[in-house]
């Protein structure tokens, strides 16, 4: 790869002065050291989206960044971006990201402070390592329902319902993990459904906005913080088997999400679609 001022002048997008103008403030206002634009062809819908990398030395909450970048972007809004740490990207490549396998592709490369970054996974050998992370991710969230059924059968509603709520919020991690590259910090399964809205609509609306669903996930929320702090809780059985509903329900979205990725995944190894 021919590099120039560490610019990537192969890249086809590197012909549009739009895309140098905008690639110019991002590196003027943010330490960055790579920039990638990639299809997220892992999502419901394929989507243009910039993964700006930065250094922990220097940044150490990329969230700092998102009002300046935020500002940077209402100029362009083709595209999206997220921001991560190398560090995060490096070990999330090692631990077989079929996300940032295909992102971090060497022709998807806008800028880099160097050109040694780089991922060099076989497609065999990452779709391995991504089955067997996904299969340890739903094998953690099995025992936390079977430990749901166990307190159900119990009446003890309290804690059947945090057991459950462990179920969606690994179930929304292993998923977030696979399409997104990196799940999200968090027990709210809300703000899961915010977080993944782009790139998987049947998982942002497994609750919906009707007054008896917004409830429904509140319950579902207010589980966690209720057993962590032993706040008082309380929830009828029948709200409680509507949730046992839609964990079961969870559990067909995410393996469908998962199976159609694997098969886009050897659709694209087949077709030989990264170069690295």
Not at 51 to 76: A, D, G, W, Y
Not at 83 to 110: D, K, W
Not at 126 to 146: E, H, M, P, W
Not at 195 to 220: G, M, R
Request: with cysteine; aromatic share 14%; proline share 3%.
């Amino acid at each position: 790869m021919m590099w120039s001022k560490f610019f990537n002048p192969e890249h086809p997008a590197m012909q549009d002065e739009i895309t140098l103008h905008l690639l110019k403030d991002i590196i003027a206002a943010v330490p960055v050291q790579y920039i990638y634009l990639h299809n997220n062809f892992l999502a419901d819908q394929e989507a243009r989206e910039l993964l700006i990398m930065v250094s922990f030395k220097h940044v150490r909450v990329v969230n700092e960044l998102t009002p300046v970048l935020n500002i940077i972007f209402s100029r362009q809004m083709e595209w999206g971006y997220r921001v991560f740490h190398v560090h995060e990207v490096e070990q999330a490549l090692l631990e077989g990201s079929l996300f940032f396998y295909y992102a971090t592709a060497a022709r998807n490369c806008l800028f880099g402070r160097s050109d040694r970054f780089g991922n060099s996974g076989r497609p065999k050998l990452i779709a391995d390592q991504v089955s067997t992370a996904y299969r340890q991710g739903i094998d953690k969230a099995n025992k936390f329902l079977t430990g749901a059924t166990f307190y159900f059968r119990q009446q003890n509603f309290e804690y059947c319902t945090f057991m459950l709520h462990q179920v969606f919020d690994l179930m929304y991690r292993a998923i977030e993990f696979l399409v997104m590259g990196k799940d999200k910090k968090t027990h709210r399964i809300r703000l899961h459904q915010l977080y993944i809205k782009p790139y998987v609509k049947p998982l942002a609306v497994l609750f919906n906005n009707t007054e008896e669903e917004v409830n429904l996930l509140h319950l579902l929320d207010e589980a966690y913080l209720a057993v962590r702090y032993e706040n008082n809780y309380v929830i009828g059985e029948r709200d409680l088997l509507c949730l046992f509903e839609k964990a079961d329900l969870l559990y067909v979205v995410a393996e469908q999400v998962y199976q159609g990725i694997m098969n886009k995944h050897f659709d694209r190894a087949v077709n030989g679609a990264v170069e690295g």
